[in-house]
């Protein structure tokens, strides 16, 4: 098992920025994938970004490019989302994910740990 936990969301003007941070615990979190994804009320969860195991390689969603990033701190159990120039379109409950599988993939089907979910409110 590995827990998940959240933290770093908050309400921000538009243009504004957030680190959402996600720790993790239980098994060894260099062995998994990371990712984030968000979702709204009557939405499917949709992809944001996700992460290999090393930090190497990143994907990240087109509606995102540019101005999030994700990262990892393995030696901190820790995976982060650096959320900048931010919209109304980015409100959102953000889910922070682990995949024990080795290919890196955006399908919220291959993560088999799931955070709570931190709120992410953009708005003037």
């Known amino acids: 098992q590995v827990q998940l936990v959240e933290s770093g969301g908050g309400l921000v003007q538009p243009g504004g920025s957030l680190r959402l941070s996600c720790a993790t615990s239980g098994r060894t979190f260099s062995n998994y994938n990371m990712g984030w994804f968000r979702q709204t009320p009557g939405k499917e969860r949709e992809f944001v970004a996700t992460?290999?195991?090393?930090?190497?390689?990143?994907y990240h969603a087109d509606s995102v490019k540019g101005r999030f990033t994700i990262s990892r701190d393995n030696a901190k159990n820790t995976v982060y989302l650096q959320m900048n120039s931010l919209k109304t379109d980015d409100t959102a409950v953000y889910y922070c994910?682990?995949?024990?599988?080795?290919?890196?993939?955006?399908?919220?089907?291959?993560?088999?740990?799931w955070g709570q979910g931190t709120q992410v409110t953009v708005s003037s």
């Open positions: 994910a682990a995949d024990p599988r080795l290919r890196i993939t955006t399908t919220p089907e291959s993560f088999d740990y």
């Open positions: 992460i290999n195991r090393s930090g190497s390689v990143t």
